[in-house]
């Protein structure tokens, strides 16, 4: 049995009088950083419009010295969002493995100091937005009116395709919405949803297609540039990369991103890196990765193909083409939708032929540049934002939500109209 309220939602609205105020506890499986993942872009726009408490993974027990030295628990990271919410555990509430019971009740608590977080700002409703199959025991623990959950990736990251886990079977029949990231994972999942929606990654498209100056360090690097922005992973597939880079030293091979720790990734990354025209410029925040994609001369999209790739959505295929400019991409599943926009490359003889067929005037025409961004403004954070609420609105049972004036003297936001609702997007333990 789930933790209702014990007034039904009717009995709330039933007065004319009624006003619902959402907020929302956010489970992600990591901390609030600068480096924004999609789940930051999606929380971030709500909290332009309600509250929402980013609900990080909470410390080890060996980590409470250190978590009593780090800050209060309750902080606002970015001073434009007051109404973005960050918690991280008090150090008296670490993560428990045994016994069961007690850290079943040490969850619980972290929980319910989250939403008292929102209680005090005066939300009236909470929505509990869940990040990660992780979180699949929460819903028995603290009190709401809705919960979601949304599956951005294909959490085995195995390359091999994996049975889903009982847990995440049983987390999205019982949650009110599922929001799924790509088509072949609705196709996957969907039959075991409660209510399944289609929402792509979005672009913030503002900032990847206005022009930027180019920054300092890409500026040193000879052109043509051929580019890569984003995380490096092990998902890619630098075997192919290397040979690349080593058949064409007449081309500039440019990687804008953080590596994460990954087994054999540094050795993997130290080999590519012995090529003089391989060319790492480290891991940059999300404001200033948009100015880079627009001075490549090629984007890059290197996926092994495989399991885990066919489930993907690439956030960097809207940022790429929200820049304009061409792009290359392994024949992935999701890739070959989008085919007529980004040119398909297996081996290192076809990468080499689709970068050079790139680089000519023609794939950089004006009409070129404009048929790429006009696919890219279609898939705006803020229209899948504005999808998201719709089954917000629908769930908690009014025409209209009102954003909650914050305890701290801000005025409150313009009541949120949904009465006509967008179209649908195209086919750790807190």
């Not at 999209?301 to 290359?328: M, Q």
Request: aromatic letters at 8%.
């Amino acid at each position: 049995m789930m933790a209702r309220r014990s007034a039904s939602l009717s009995e709330t609205i039933a007065s004319p009088l009624a006003k619902i105020s959402p907020g929302f506890i956010a489970l992600v499986p990591h901390e609030w950083n600068d480096q924004w993942l999609g789940r930051a872009q999606v929380l971030s726009r709500i909290a332009k419009r309600f509250h929402v408490v980013w609900c990080g993974p909470p410390h080890e027990w060996r980590a409470i010295p250190q978590r009593a030295r780090s800050g209060p628990s309750i902080q606002q990271p970015l001073a434009d969002l007051p109404m973005l919410h960050t918690y991280r555990p008090e150090p008296w509430l670490p993560r428990l493995y045994r016994p069961r019971a007690l850290a079943s009740r040490f969850l619980q608590r972290r929980l319910d100091n989250a939403r008292a977080v929102l209680e005090r700002q005066g939300c009236t409703h909470i929505v509990l937005s869940i990040w990660h199959p992780q979180y699949a025991g929460v819903l028995d623990l603290v009190t709401h009116d809705m919960s979601m959950y949304h599956i951005n990736d294909e959490y085995s990251f195995a390359r091999v395709q994996q049975p889903i886990g009982a847990d995440e079977r049983a987390l999205m029949s019982e949650v009110d919405e599922v929001f799924i990231h790509s088509a072949a994972v609705m196709a996957r999942k969907a039959p075991f949803c409660s209510s399944a929606t289609l929402t792509p990654n979005g672009v913030d498209f503002g900032a990847f297609a206005a022009p930027r100056p180019i920054p300092d360090d890409l500026a040193a690097i000879p052109r043509p540039r051929i580019g890569y922005s984003g995380f490096l992973k092990q998902q890619l597939d630098w075997d192919l990369l290397f040979d690349v880079a080593q058949q064409n030293p007449q081309w500039s091979f440019v990687f804008v991103g953080k590596a994460l720790d990954q087994p054999g990734l540094t050795r993997t990354l130290a080999r590519l890196d012995t090529r003089p025209n391989v060319h790492f410029l480290g891991g940059k925040t999300s404001r200033e990765l948009s100015a880079y994609p627009q001075h490549f001369d090629v984007c890059m999209l290197p996926y092994c193909v495989d399991d885990y790739t066919k489930y993907i959505d690439p956030l960097k295929l809207s940022e790429y083409l929200a820049s304009g400019r061409p792009a290359v991409g392994s024949p992935i599943v999701p890739l070959q939708d989008v085919s007529h926009l980004v040119a398909l490359a297996a081996t290192p003889a076809e990468w080499r032929q689709a970068i050079a067929d790139s680089l000519l005037p023609s794939a950089n025409s004006a009409e070129e540049r404009a048929r790429r961004q006009s696919w890219a403004k279609a898939r705006t954070w803020d229209t899948l934002v504005d999808t998201i609420l719709s089954k917000v609105e629908h769930h908690l049972g009014e025409a209209r939500l009102r954003a909650p004036a914050s305890e701290i003297g801000l005025t409150a936001a313009p009541a949120l109209s949904l009465d006509a609702a967008p179209a649908p997007a195209s086919t750790a333990q807190l």
